[in-house]
């Protein structure tokens, strides 16, 4: 009878710690996914308004984020031939114009969940991924037809060039839609534990795992499989790097004149359709042929829009901002961390072959620059500081399109020399009267800035472009 008796009052004792464990947890958990513990119903309605408001809410510092990178795209574009900061990195090393890529390619990734997770709730993923391809094939049909109509009136489809900065896009867009769509996530509710139950006899591993999963880590383990799609990209980008067999060089070269970049690349597309005046011509030894949106250095660029589908998963999972912001910053610090160890002991920093020290030290920035975008903007309403950044993040496709088209179309146009046209004339007016270099940092300055009263225009009348 004593035995009996004391193991009924260890069962009780353990059920009532369990009852009391579970109401803790659960509420903790319960409201920060959003859903509030029955106190009264006034208090439980404007928690609830509140909670929707902001999801409901634009995320306006990404906006923001996205016209900082198309100003600073368009100004680099234009900016070739006034100082090396403004133009890409010869090969090793970064410049300003290396921000711009891996920038729009995180971008990509936070706005491809924002606009899922209201789709999902109208429309199948079927409908989802229809919408997607033709917007791929909108972006990548665009970035050809801009490189086709500089050309104009000789486009030679024997030596046109492939690959560009839209069909980068567009492909690491596409397959980040496919992972977002396909993939499935961890459910920690379907295992019977979303109420915080923890299991006393796991350990204290099985009690950190648990604690975890729920707590700091519940969104990067909801989502592990995404990020694992991320490290399978990463591994098949160095086993291809290192490990293809390049004609008179070997495997694992990684200079400009020779690395496996070149030649994959010369398998696939050809010399022809490659970029035919790449910064490592300046390089030593230079490269002969080089594409800088090839087909290798693409493959691990997908990997930066992967890692902007997970700051967008947070921002769709944490209502609160302050979650947010520390669910942000502490994988940007790391991710910069890595990627610096990463480049001064293994493979440096270099943008024409997206190494990997270049994708997190990119994946660290991207994530830096929007929790300070987020934080000024979003947080503390600073929203009237960035305006002009505002009204061009809103029209980024149509913005950029026009910086670098309207030039070459008025540039048709010329006066008996095709030199006298109004662009060159200016653009040589400049250089004449304040030297090369400043004239074309003037000119670059120019053509940037003429175009953000233009998205300024469209931002207040509501002329809204999208692909």
Known sequence: ??????????ILTN??????????????????????????????????????SEK???????????????????????????????????WNGLTIADFVMPFFLFIVGVSIV????????????????????????????????????????????????????????????????????????FSFEEEGLDMGYVPLDTGIVGRNYYYLSRGPLRVFLKYSLQWACGLVLLFSYLAMAFGVNVPQCGRGSLTPSCNAFTYIDQVLIGDNHMYKYPTCIDAVPPCIHFDPEGFLSTWLSIVSV????????????????????????????????????????????NKNLY????????????????????????????KNLFLPFLWLGSN????YIFAEMIPEIVSWFYWKDTSKNLVTVIHNGLKNGMGDQNGNLMWALINTLIWIPVAGIFFYRKIFVKL
Not at 364 to 370: D, K, R, V, Y
Not at 396 to 399: K, V
């Open 114 to 185: 924002l606009s899922h997770n209201k789709l999902k709730t109208r429309v199948s993923r079927r409908e989802i991924f229809v919408k997607s391809f033709v917007r791929f094939l909108k972006l990548f049909i665009i970035g050809l037809a801009m490189m086709w109509l500089g050309r104009i009136p000789g486009i030679n489809l024997n030596t046109i060039r492939i690959p560009g900065v839209l069909q980068r896009i567009a492909v690491g867009y596409l397959v980040a839609v496919i992972i977002e769509l396909t993939v499935p996530t």
């Open 1 to 10: 009878f004593k035995t009996k008796h004391i193991r009924s009052k260890n």
């Open 396 to 399: 980024a496709i149509i913005i």
């Open 306 to 349: 992967i890692i902007g589908l997970y700051y967008g998963y947070v921002l769709v999972n944490y209502q609160k901002k302050e979650q947010r912001l520390i669910q942000w910053i502490v994988p940007s610090i790391i991710m910069l961390a890595v990627g610096l160890i990463i480049h001064f002991t293994a493979f440096p920093l």
């Open 56 to 90: 409901n809410e634009r995320l306006i510092s990404l906006d923001v984020f996205r016209g900082m990178t198309i100003f600073v795209m368009n100004f680099v574009n234009a900016a070739d031939g006034s100082y090396p900061i403004f133009s890409h990195a010869i």
């Open 15 to 52: 059920r009532i710690g369990k009852s009391i464990l579970m109401s803790g947890i659960s509420r903790d958990m319960n409201e920060s996914n959003g859903y509030y513990p029955l106190v009264s119903g006034d208090v439980q309605s404007e928690r609830k308004k509140s909670i929707e």
């Open 355 to 382: 190494s990997p020290s270049f994708l997190f030290v990119m994946g660290g920035a991207s994530g830096i620059f929007l929790c300070f975008y987020y934080l000024v903007v979003d947080v503390y309403g600073f």
